[in-house]
C-alpha cells in the first residue's frame, strides 16, 4: 500500500508552491489574527472591570460581545462575514483600498477570527485583571496616577503575566483555526492541499504534508510562547528564577 505513495506530489513543484504559498496566507492570518485580538481582547476587557458608572451599558454591551461571539461555531461567523457583511456595497468599498494586497475572503477571514479570537482573549485577561490585588490599582491612585493611566502602567502588566498561559493556548487555537477559512474560498494551506488532492488524487500525500506543516507551525509557536510566559514570570518574580514552573501550552 505505502510503496505505492508518490511523495514527489508535494516535494516537488508545483505541489511544493502550493504548499508553501498556503502555509504564507495561513501564517498572515494567523500573525494578523492574534495582533487584531490582542487590541480588540484588552479594550473589551478594560471595559469589562471598569468600575465607572456611567459605563455600565457598555460593561452589559462587552459581556454580550463576549458571549456571543463564543458561542456562535466560527464556521457559522465566517460564513456571516464572507457571504453576509461583504455582499453589501459599503462594506467592499471600504475594503477594495486593501484589495490589491488581499481579497475580500480574506479580510472576511481574518476579520471572523479576529473577533472569534478577541471574545476568549477578553475573558482570559478580564480573569487576569481580576486577580491582581485591588490594592495595588489603589496605591497607584493613591500616588496620583488616573484610573487608565494606572491600569495602564501598573495593573495590565501583571493581569499580561498572570494571563499569558490562557492567552497564549488561544493564540494556538487561532493558528489552527485558520484551517476554516478555506470554506470561505481563502486559499490558504488546507485549500491548497484540497488542489493538489484533486489534480493527482494523491490525497494522502496532499493531506500528510498539510499536517506536518501545521505540526510544525504550531510546536514552535508554543515553543516560543513558553519562553515569554517564562520570561513574563521571571519578571515578576525575579527571585524565583529556577523554581517558577512555566505552565503548559497546548499545541
Not at 22 to 32: I, K, R, T
Request: net charge neutral.
Amino acid at each position: 500500500m505505502f510503496n505505492d505513495l508518490s511523495w514527489s506530489v508535494v516535494l516537488e513543484d508545483p505541489g511544493r508552491s502550493f504548499l508553501l504559498h498556503g502555509a504564507w496566507v495561513s501564517l498572515q492570518l494567523a500573525v494578523l489574527a492574534i495582533i487584531g485580538s490582542t487590541v480588540v481582547g484588552t479594550l473589551v476587557a478594560l471595559g469589562r472591570v471598569s468600575t465607572v458608572p456611567a459605563l455600565a451599558p457598555l460593561r452589559w454591551l462587552l459581556s454580550a460581545y463576549v458571549e456571543f461571539f463564543r458561542n456562535v461555531p466560527l464556521l457559522v461567523q465566517l460564513v456571516f462575514w464572507s457571504f453576509g457583511m461583504f455582499s453589501l456595497d459599503l462594506v467592499r468599498a471600504a475594503a477594495a483600498p486593501l484589495n490589491p494586497v488581499y481579497s475580500n475572503q480574506f479580510l472576511a477571514g481574518l476579520l471572523g477570527l479576529t473577533i472569534y479570537t478577541s471574545a476568549y482573549v477578553a475573558e482570559a485577561l478580564r480573569s487576569g485583571i481580576q486577580s491582581v490585588p485591588r490594592g495595588q490599582l489603589e496605591a497607584a491612585r493613591a500616588g496620583g496616577l488616573g484610573y487608565w493611566t494606572a491600569m495602564r502602567a501598573v495593573v495590565l502588566p501583571q493581569a499580561f503575566a498572570l494571563a499569558f498561559p490562557a492567552i497564549g493556548n488561544q493564540y494556538i487555537s487561532a493558528t489552527k483555526n485558520t484551517s476554516v477559512v478555506m470554506a470561505i474560498g481563502v486559499t490558504d494551506l488546507v485549500f491548497q492541499a484540497q488542489q493538489i488532492e484533486s489534480a493527482t488524487f494523491a490525497a494522502f500525500e496532499a493531506y500528510t504534508a498539510a499536517l506536518v506543516i501545521f505540526i510544525v507551525i504550531c510546536l514552535a509557536e508554543s515553543a516560543l510562547l513558553a519562553l515569554i510566559v517564562r520570561g513574563m514570570l521571571t519578571k515578576m518574580r525575579p527571585g524565583a528564577r529556577t523554581a517558577t514552573p512555566t505552565p503548559a501550552l497546548e499545541a
